[in-house]
């Protein structure tokens, strides 16, 4: 599935999505769930032990494990939506916007894991996106692990200092206060880094990039895009009709 | 007396990649060793073990008479202060006094016993002048030792700390070593990893050397230091201060700098002048 060019992998993730919002309640956006459950499931096939695609940097096992993660992570990012909604409204309401919303989530998961940021400039700078551009799309993929991975060494430290992660709410909100700030902090501080890193390689507006190593595009690979493109279209014609 | 810390045979992989290996040693109380050795090598991974954020794999790791094992890391602080590779990453309150702090709080000190431990801390340091600044104003250096005063601040029995010196100039690494010779002078021991050998050799007196994962020495720092192909091996190249001394042949092979100072002004004075 990593193989895939990344324009295939960021249309299959949208369309899912759009197709999620588009097609009737609950079973259209169940159906959405169901395959995009089924892409996160696969998300590891291909990876080589202590490898992942590109952004997850968790060093999965290849097999089932890595899909695994992805599912499970998708899930407990989703579940607090469900309760918010089971809060506010009826049942059927909420069996209809917590399938979409878990869609949503699964796809941008399953994304995540499998949509290597690198590639996706490549796949960008060789259609003839600009770098800049191109950039924009990459970073934000890639803060994903980076955050995670800073988040975890600061907790890691601060329970050093003997700060418990565990226990009743308090502790757990002054927990989470205790990560928010230097991760925050850090995470605008390498902003800067990052813009002079980029300038002072010749990042700058206009500038044109040399791809070295685009991601193959097959031809198959191109209808399937413009049949997802088809399909959401004639989704929204069929329920505006 | 009890050992500060002992390592009894232990072992740790990352799934298929073995980062330690069967490593076993102890440290006694106000014992001051430098954990050396290549990138890879598996000190940081040590430092994990040991401030109860891994578990070993086999054998078992005791800080006193806790088992680590049994004990999370915020119970672990209790006795072992830390300090990370990235030390800055790890500061968050609005003022410096108030991060260093946070650790004796957590641990549920009384006001007065915290403010004394803060107070001991930043002057150890020198920090005072930046008690009141917010950490992200201080230069990266500065933060630093501001997180180092947070790990001081504990008061441990065993400091555990991953370049301490990284990034710091001659100044505030002279500051680093007198703070740390003080807390060993009152009793706690150090577990210093570090590729400043220099600071090593001026602060440090054991050295500890993985390989490999695996405790390839364990001996007096100064005679390992002394003997440069025993450190190439190893991965390590000897200070410049040692590296002058074998040159020179100073009697004794000096490692710090107060005593090749030492051992320069005794051989000059036992030659004469050249126009004598």
Sequence with gaps: ?241 | MTDALRLERVSFAYGDVTALAEVSFALGPGERAALLGRNGAGKSTLVRLVTGLRRPAAGSIWVEDWDTRDRPPEQLARRVGSMFQYADQQLFARTVRDDVSFGPRALGFAAPEVQQRVGRALAALGLEAHAAHHPYDLPPAFRKLAALAGALALEPRLLVLDEPTAGLDRALRARVASALLERAAAGAALLVVTHDLAFAAETLERALVLDRGRLACDEPLAGLLAAPPRLEPLGLAPPAVAALSRALGLPGAPVREADAARALARVAAGRRAPLD
């Design chain 1, 1 to 241: 599935m990593t193989r895939l060019h990344p324009f295939t992998l960021l249309a299959l993730a949208a369309a899912l999505v759009a197709l999620a919002w588009l097609l009737p309640a609950p079973w259209g956006a169940a159906g959405t769930l169901a395959v995009a459950a089924v892409l996160a499931l696969f998300s590891g096939a291909g990876l080589t032990p202590g490898a992942s695609p590109g952004s997850t940097g968790t060093g999965m096992s290849p097999g089932w494990r890595p899909g695994l993660v992805v599912l499970r992570t998708a899930v407990v990012t989703a579940a607090p939506f469900w309760l918010f909604l089971f809060i506010l409204h009826d049942v059927s309401t909420t069996v209809a916007l917590g399938l979409r919303i878990t869609t949503m989530v699964a796809s941008v998961v399953w994304l995540v894991a499998v949509l290597a940021p690198a590639r996706l400039v490549e796949a960008m700078v060789a259609a003839g996106w600009r770098a800049g551009t191109a950039y924009l799309f990459a970073a934000t993929l890639s803060a994903v692990p980076v955050l995670k991975a800073r988040a975890q060494r600061i907790v890691e430290a601060q329970r050093c200092r003997g700060l418990s992660p565990r226990g009743g709410l308090g502790p757990r909100v002054r927990a989470l206060r205790a990560l928010a700030l230097p991760l925050i902090l850090s995470a605008l501080h390498e902003v800067d880094e990052r813009a002079l890193a980029l300038e002072s390689r010749g990042l700058v507006p206009g500038a044109r990039r040399t791809p070295l190593a685009p991601p193959p595009d097959r031809g198959a690979e191109r209808a399937v895009r413009w049949a997802l493109v088809a399909l959401c279209v004639a989704a929204l014609v069929w329920r505006l009709a």
